[in-house]
């Protein structure tokens, strides 16, 4: 009869269970000898029954030494079994799998002792268990013992020379799903773990990880936020590496999957995530040019942000973020693709972006999606004008923006827009369009003091550059004349208005076509002009001067008797002392001593200085005033007027009727006087 542990001896099967260490080594290598016998003499079915009985006997039984000597003498049977040991792989991991679990510390610690024996001499016939073992090593590495670490790092180094070496049987396929599963663990060792596989694998030239790169981006991006330095460092290697694949070869990208990953970290509030994720989106908007169009309003969402960064630390991440910008820009102007990009861009889900930015803190932010909105609209016109009306109000918030380069901008924009509605060609010019815009900016100006005060002058002066001048004046002329019921404030928009035409080099060309109002156009101009100018005395002879309607200032000085002298009227006429004696009114200086039209002009005009003369104070402008006219010779003055020969009468302007409406604008500001003082009369402010 056979003992009950055949075919191991019976001493040998007490040995093996024994609590000493010593003896259950001398047991595995009675074991190991007993297995070289039977395999020599192709004896499997002793084999079988040996690892039979250390499988059932030993390795699940509930004395602990027992099976500490299951595992002992299941390594012994690889051991001996030597390159034949791939024929019972399934036989001998399988038990030893098991253990690997044992409450017992040190029945783990044994356990990958014995499978890291099993596993040098299986070798290649390993990589079927692959998975089973991953996933085991994957909670070792974690294990509370440090000896069982140990055991396991070497257990792991051994597969991972084994997996490199033999990579045409490894089923890369099956063991993606086991590291999607781990890459999100939180532990630091099981982090460690995956990262190292990741980068192991990715080193094998004959594996394409790539392909797989949408099932672990994010889990790595995930793993950057870990506080262990080891981890970072690992992680970002590994990220740094697979980028380097992509570049050299990105024909097995999912570009689609992996940019929306790229997107989502890019808005991390960790500066490493952040800085490598617009990093990537930087790589894949110069690998994949068009075909990352699709993806741009969340590629904006992620760098938009970033331009605001001033910090050092961060400094990378902006210049990243502009480089990622100035490449989108470019892809979208190319015109070799417009159509093919027209029909990529997603111009709405771009647009709700933008606009959410357009009130960002940051003024490089804001200058950026000004610029965006204007390129889009220079690049695609047609689609962008059902944005127009939707943008129009977040655009006018802008000009109250503390930056000029953010108004600047913003005005781009805004003319860019009335463009793209009108025609360029100014004979058919839309006047509704730039209409419907200025009374919106002129309601602006009423409703927001410090705009008036502070930016209204620039916004003003850079709209008659990027628009037509003459176009913009008119438009507001008519306005204030038909539409502005608020006198006070006509009144200020006038001296505003009168102020810009009058010194800005921008209106040189509009002051140049008024001095000529012998030309139909010019008289049609002064006279549209005329009729809102009329809210502001003063503002009134500035225009009929830079006209050179002499005799009509003559007459409206005149008019001054009935007109209420005030300190603002007296400021006012001090100014426009001053701007004659610039270079603006050098040519009227000149009328003074010519004798041209037979000395008419000349004659008029000094009769209409004169006049402002004596309405002023004896102040420093008086006396500016008339240190000029004593320098007018007064040989001019021996010879009859002849007002047939004065620009003026050249002009056909009815100039008895403008004067009839400047009586009629002012009676009416007198009237809106008396009522206002009237009412703070009977409600004083309570102030």
């Known amino acids: 009869m056979d003992p009950p542990y055949a075919p191991l001896s019976e001493s040998c099967a007490k040995a093996l269970g024994d609590k000493m ?69 399934n036989e001998l991991v399988t038990p030893i799998m098991s253990c690997l679990s044992d409450p017992d510390l040190r029945v783990r610690y044994f356990a990958c002792e014995s499978l890291y024996n099993v596993v040098k001499v299986a070798r290649a016939a390993i990589i079927p268990y692959f998975p089973e073992l991953f996933a085991a090593l994957s909670r070792l590495v974690t294990d509370s013992d440090q000896m069982v670490k140990d055991g396991s790092e070497l257990l792991d180094r051994l597969l991972k020379d084994i997996v490199t070496e033999s990579y045409e049987t490894f089923n890369l396929e099956a063991f ?106 930087r790589e894949f908007v110069q690998i994949f040019g068009p075909n990352v169009l699709p993806y741009a309003s969340g590629i904006f969402t992620a760098i938009l942000p ?61 200058i950026a999606v000004l610029k965006w909105i204007h390129h889009l609209f220079i690049n695609f016109p047609n689609e962008m004008s059902l944005h127009a009306n939707n943008l129009n109000n977040n655009l006018l918030a802008t000009l109250s923006d503390n930056s000029d380069e953010v108004v600047l901008q913003s005005l781009c924009v805004l003319a860019e827009i009335i463009n793209s509605q009108d025609t360029k060609d100014l004979e058919d010019f839309n006047k509704p369009h730039y209409r419907k815009f200025l009374l919106s900016l002129l309601n602006l100006f009423s ?53 810009i035409l009058l010194t800005s080099t921008e209106l040189f060309e509009l002051r140049t076509s008024l001095r000529d109002i012998s030309n139909e156009k010019s008289a049609d101009l002064f006279q549209c002009l005329y009729k809102s100018w009329a809210h502001c005395p003063v503002s009134t002879l500035s225009l009929c001067l830079i006209a050179q309607c002499y005799q009509h200032v003559s007459e409206l000085v005149i008019l001054f008797a009935d007109v209420e002298i005030t300190l603002e009227l007296l400021v006012e006429l001090d100014k426009l ?16 001593v010519s004798k041209s039209n037979n000395c008419a002009d000349a004659q008029y005009l000094a009769h209409a200085l004169f006049g402002i003369l004596m309405l002023l ?55 809106q006087r008396i009522i206002q003082r009237k009412r703070s009369v009977i409600t004083p402010d309570s102030n």
């Not at 697979?242 to 960790?270: C, G, P, W, Y």
């Not at 628009?467 to 306005?479: P, Q, V």
């Not at 004067?659 to 002012?666: G, K, M």
């Open 577 to 592: 002392v001053q701007l004659i004696e610039s270079p603006i009114f050098a040519a009227l200086r000149l009328t003074l």
């Open 176 to 281: 993606i799903p086991l590291l999607r599963e781990r890459i999100y663990v939180n532990n630091a060792f099981a982090r460690q773990y995956v990262i190292s596989w990741i980068s192991i694998l990715n080193a094998v030239p004959d594996i394409n990880m790539v392909k797989y790169l949408t099932d672990i981006l994010d889990g790595l991006f995930v793993m950057l936020e870990d506080n262990t330095p080891e981890i970072q460092r690992m992680c970002e290697n590994t990220i740094s590496q697979f980028l380097k694949s992509i570049r050299n070869d990105s024909s097995s990208v999912r570009m689609e999957d992996i940019i929306n990953t790229l997107i989502t970290h890019a808005e991390s509030q960790n500066e490493l995530i952040k800085s490598i994720a617009i990093t990537w989106i």
């Open 21 to 89: 260490y010593d003896k259950r080594k001398v047991a595995s290598q009675e074991i190991e000898k007993m297995v070289i016998e039977f395999n020599d003499k192709n004896n499997a079915t002793q084999i079988r029954k040996l690892i039979e009985v250390l499988s059932n006997d030993y390795a699940t039984s509930r004395d602990a030494n027992r099976r500490k000597g299951a595992l002992i003498g299941l390594a012994a049977t690889g051991l001996g079994l030597g390159k034949d040991s791939d024929k019972y792989v």
């Open 447 to 499: 409703e927001e003091k410090v705009i008036l005060e502070t930016r209204a002058s620039l916004i003003i002066r850079q709209l008659c550059v990027l628009l037509n001048a003459e176009y913009i004046y008119r438009t507001f002329a008519e306005i204030i004349a038909e539409e502005m019921p608020n006198l006070k404030f006509a009144s200020t928009v006038v001296r505003l208005l009168n102020n």
């Open 617 to 671: 104070p004896q102040t420093l402008a008086f006396d500016t005033l008339r240190n000029r006219l004593q320098c007018v010779p007064n040989y001019w003055g021996k010879q009859p007027l002849d007002e047939r020969k004065s620009v003026e009468f050249s002009s056909g302007i009815d100039f008895a009727a403008l004067r009839a409406q400047f009586v009629e604008r002012q009676k009416t500001h007198r009237a």
């Open 306 to 366: 970033c331009l605001e960064y001033n910090v050092e630390s961060k400094r990378s991440i902006k210049e990243c973020a502009v480089s990622v910008n100035n490449s989108m820009m470019q892809l979208v102007s190319s015109k070799e693709l417009k159509t093919q990009n027209v029909a990529k861009i997603d111009l709405r889900s771009i647009m709700e972006v933008l606009s959410q930015y357009l009130t960002h803190n940051s003024t490089h932010t804001k």
